[in-house]
C-alpha cells in the first residue's frame, strides 16, 4: 500500500510541476521587446559608486551595463529600483558565453534583452537606457575568423561548422586548435587552426562598431544565411510581412539583400570590394552591419525600410548534414547490415590531431574545493539531468559541466549574490534536494544521490554564499552549539472559498518554498491533510513562516490565500496547535489548522554524551529497543539516529545484524517473518538505502530506462483492456532484471551481504526444518524493500528524472509484482487470475533467483573498521531528546524492560538534562 500510495502521491506533484512549465511556456510565446543598441547602455570600466550615483537622479526601470573594475572579464548591471541602486553580476567565461542567474548568454544585448522582458528585481524589468555621458562608443575588438571549409567534430569539445561560419576566438594557445564560439550563439569548441582564417582588423573594428549601434534582434546572426537558393528566399519571405529581410550568400561570392516590399519581394545585389568593403546600390559600405543600419533608418524600397530579419533555420550541423558530404564505412564491412557514420575526409584526418593542451590542463587550473556530480532541474521544464559540479573558493562560484573533461561550463552561479536553502522531499517527490536562490529570484533545484551528500554540498556551498538557511555545525567534537529546528504538521481547512476544490498549501521559508501538500479534494468547504514537515538545524537567518493554500487547476493552479507568521511568535521548546486566517487581499477566504514545535536544542561536547552511548552500544540493545516503543511514531528516526551512532564506532554491520538475530529468535512462525515495523527493519531499510543505491542503479538502472522507452504492451488484466499474449513481453523485462541482478553482484556491498550472510545463519538456526526460509528471509529485505520499490517508483530512488506516465507506471508495477513472487518463491493464484499466465516463468527462473539469494549472501565476513573522530553528537541528541520530552513514559518502559543495561537510562538522562539545562 505504502509503494501504491506514493506513486499516487507523486501524481499530484506531477501536476503542480506541470502547471508551472505551463506558465513558462505561454510566456515563450510572448511577444520579445528588442534591447537596445549596446551603444545606448554599455558605459565599459566606471565603479559601482560612480554608476550608483549616475542612476539615483535617473527614474525607477533605468539602467546601465558596465565593466567590473574587481573581476577582470566580468560585467554588471546596475539598475535602478525604488529607493535605491541594485548592482547584479554578469559573468563572462574565458571560453565564451555571458553567464547570469543559471542562465547561459551569446553577448550582453542578449542578456539586456532577458531582462528588457523579465523582471529584474522588485518586479521591475530594465526599462530605461541611460547612454554614457561622454558619447564615445566604447567598441571592445574580438579577433574574428571565418571558415574557409566546413568540418564535422570528431569529438565532445570540437565545433561542427559550415563553410563561412564566423567565429569569435577566445583561446589561441595551442599549434593544432582554437578555443572558438559562433558569432551570435553560444555554440563554442575545438576548431582546426587551419581551416579559419582571420578577418583583417580594420575590418574587425568596421564591423564591431556597426554592430555595436545594432539592437540584438538584428545582430549578423540573425540575418546572415550562408546556404540559401534564391527561391527559398522567397518562399520564407512570402510567409512573413512587409518590411522582413535577409542576407544572403550567392554562388558566385557576392550577397543578395532579399526584401518583401509592400508590392513584391526584391533581392538587392551586395558585392565585395578589394578593400573589404561592399557596394550596395551604388552606395559604399565598410561591413555587411553597415548595410542593414542604414536602411533600418532610411527607405531601401517601395518606400519601405527593413524591419525584422528572417532568421536561418537549419544550425550548422544541420547544414552539413543537408549537403551530404561524404560517406564512409567505420568499424565495419561492407554489407554488414551497419548504417554508414558521415564522416568528411578532413573530418578524419583532424581526428587524429594532439588534442589540445587545455584539456590536459583542466584540473590543474579549476582549483575546486569540492567536486561531483549532481542532479539539477531544467528551469524551463520538468526535466532532470546529471552535471558536474564544481566549487570554486577563490570568487565564490559554483560551475557545472556536461562531464568531468568538458571544458566550458554549462552553466556558473554567483554564490556571492545566493541564498542556499534545503527542499523537503515533498517539493518534488524525491529525496535529497536543495536549492540555491540566485539574486533573490531565480531558482536553482538540485538533487543528490544521498542525505549526506546533500547535507555536505549544502555546507559546502553555503560557506561561499549569500546566506544558508541550513546552519553551519562546528567540526570540532568538543565544541557547543545550539542546533534550532522547525517540526510543521499541516492538518486542515475550513471555510475555503467555493472555487477550492482541490486544495493543497505550500509551505515557505523567508518566502521560499520548501514543502508541499499533495492536493485533496475539498469537502462542504474543508479540506484535511495531516501532513508532517521536519526543518532540521535552520540558521538565524530563517525567520517567517508562510502557508500558502492554492487550488490545483488542470491548466493552472491558483492562489487562495496565505497566513505568514514570525517563527519566534510560535513559542520555543513547545507545541501549539492552532487556526489562522487565510487572508487573501486583505479579506479572509478560509481557516486553515497547523502544528507546530519549535525546538532550540543544545548540542553538548560529544565527549558529554559519553554515558548515553555506552547504553546505545550496550550488547544487549536494551536501550535502542526501548527507544523504539518509546518513539514508535518516529521510529524511522530513531532507527537512523540510533544507526548513525553505531556507523561511528564502525559497528553498524554488527547493530543490524543484532537486530535481525534478535528479531528471529522472537518470531514463532516462519510465514510472519519481518512482516511488520520494527526497529530491525526499519533499521535494515536505513541500512540498505545508505549502502545500496548505486548498485541499485547498476541492476535495475537500465530496465527501467527501457521501460520508460518502450512501447510494448504488459498489461494482463482484462479489465484494464489487457491480453494473454503481452505474458511474454511482461516476463521478458523480469528476465533481464533477474539477469541484471545476478550480473552486478560483484558491484553490491560487502557489507550488506554481510547482514544477509548473518541473517541466513540466524534464520537456519530458528527454522531448521524450512528449506526456503534462507530465501524467503533475504528476499524480504532485499526485494520486498529495495529492488521492487525502485522499480515501481524510481524517481524516489533517483533512478529516473521525471515521473513515469499512466502506462509506464501500470508497466513498472506489473514486472515488480513478477519480480516479487518470483523472489517470495511463489505463484499467482485466484486472486489474481489473469497472473497466472506468467508462472511458467517463475517456475522456470526459481532456481536461478535461488542461486543469485545464495551467491548474495555468501560472502567473507566484513571486519568492523577502525573508529574515526567521533562526529555522533547530533545523533546522540536527538535520541537524548526522545527520551528528555517523554521521561514518565521512558520509566515505565525501563520499569518493565527485561535488559540489565536500561536500568541506568533515567539517571543518564537526568544528568545531561541538568548539563543542556546549564549550556
Sequence with gaps: FFFFAAVMFEESVYDLTDDVNLEQEHKEYMVLRSAPPQADWFHGKITREEATALLMTQQVGSYLVRESVRDVGDYSISFRVQGAVKHFKVIGHEFGGYFMADAEFPTLSAVVERYCN???????????????????????????????????????????????????????????????????????????????????????????????????????????????????????????????????????????????????????????????????????????????????????????????????????????????????????????????????????????????????????????????????????????????????????????????????????????????????????????????????????????????????????????????????????????????????????????????????????????????TPWKPAKNSAAFWSEDFTFDNISGVIRELTFEVLQHGKRKDTLIGTFTTDIEQLGTNASVDKWVDVVQEGQVVGNLRFKATHVHEVLLPVGEYGSLRTLLLAPDLGTALLLADLQRAAMNDVARNILLVWQDEGKEVELVTQLLVKAVEQEHDVATLFRGNSLATKAVDQYMKMVGIPYLHEAVGPVVRDLFDTKLPCELDPTRSGKPENAKNLTNFAARIVTNVFEALPKAPNELRTVMANLCAAVQKRFPGDDQVVYTAVSAFLFLRLICPAIMNPKLFNMMPDHPTETTARNLTLVAKVVQNLANMSEFGQKEPHMTVCNEFLSAKRATMQEFLTKFSTVQPVDSKKAVPSTAARPLASLFRYCANKQAEMAKLVQDSPHPSVKNLENVIAQLGSKVAKA
Design 118 to 516: 523579465d523582471p529584474l528585481s522588485d518586479n521591475t524589468c530594465l526599462t530605461y537606457a541611460i547612454k554614457p555621458k561622454d558619447n564615445q562608443t566604447k567598441v571592445q575588438l574580438e579577433k574574428i575568423v571565418v571558415a574557409a571549409e566546413s568540418y564535422q567534430a570528431n569529438g565532445a569539445d570540437e565545433i561542427s561548422f559550415q563553410k563561412g561560419t564566423r567565429f569569435v576566438v577566445l583561446k589561441a594557445t595551442d599549434p593544432n586548435w582554437l578555443w572558438v564560439t559562433e558569432q551570435g550563439t553560444t555554440k563554442s569548441g575545438f576548431a582546426p587552426r587551419s581551416l579559419l582564417k582571420e578577418v583583417e582588423e580594420d575590418m574587425t573594428a568596421k564591423e564591431a562598431t556597426a554592430a555595436f549601434q545594432l539592437p540584438i534582434s538584428h545582430h549578423r546572426s540573425r540575418w546572415l544565411h550562408l546556404v540559401l537558393s534564391r527561391q527559398d528566399a522567397e518562399k520564407m519571405l512570402a510567409a512573413g510581412k512587409v518590411g522582413n529581410f535577409l542576407i544572403r550568400e550567392s554562388s558566385d561570392g557576392c550577397y543578395s539583400l532579399s526584401f518583401r516590399s509592400p508590392k513584391r519581394t526584391q533581392h538587392i545585389r551586395i558585392t565585395p570590394n578589394r578593400d573589404g568593403s561592399y557596394e550596395c546600390g551604388g552606395r559604399q559600405f565598410e561591413c555587411l552591419e553597415a548595410v542593414v543600419l542604414r536602411y533600418l533608418h532610411e527607405p531601401l524600397a517601395d518606400g519601405e525600410m527593413l524591419g525584422e530579419p528572417i532568421a536561418p533555420l537549419r544550425s550548422a550541423e544541420d547544414d552539413i548534414e543537408a549537403e551530404g558530404d561524404l560517406y564512409s564505412v567505420v568499424q565495419g564491412q561492407a554489407g554488414d547490415g551497419k548504417k554508414p557514420v558521415r564522416q568528411s575526409e578532413q573530418s578524419m584526418l583532424y581526428a587524429s590531431l594532439p588534442k589540445p593542451k587545455e584539456l590536459m590542463d583542466k584540473q590543474a587550473t579549476l582549483k575546486s574545493v569540492k567536486t561531483g556530480w549532481i542532479v539539477k532541474k531544467n528551469p524551463k521544464n520538468k526535466k532532470w539531468k546529471a552535471f558536474y559540479f564544481t566549487l570554486h573558493a577563490a570568487r565564490s562560484r559554483l560551475y557545472y559541466f556536461d562531464s568531468e573533461q568538458a571544458l566550458k561550463p554549462k552553466g556558473i552561479i554567483d554564490l556571492k549574490s545566493s541564498m542556499v536553502y534545503t527542499l523537503d522531499d515533498s517539493f518534488f517527490g524525491r529525496p535529497n534536494c536543495f536549492q540555491i536562490i540566485v539574486n533573490g529570484s531565480t531558482e536553482v533545484f538540485l538533487c543528490c544521490d544521498t542525505e549526506p551528500l546533500k547535507y555536505d554540498w549544502i555546507a559546502a556551498v553555503g560557506k561561499y554564499s549569500a546566506a544558508c538557511g541550513v546552519a553551519e555545525t562546528s567540526a570540532d567534537p568538543q565544541s557547543k552549539s545550539k542546533i534550532v529546528s522547525l517540526a510543521l504538521s499541516v492538518m486542515e481547512a475550513k471555510a475555503l472559498s467555493a472555487k477550492a476544490s482541490s486544495p493543497y498549501v505550500i509551505v515557505s521559508l523567508n518566502g521560499v518554498k520548501h514543502a508541499r
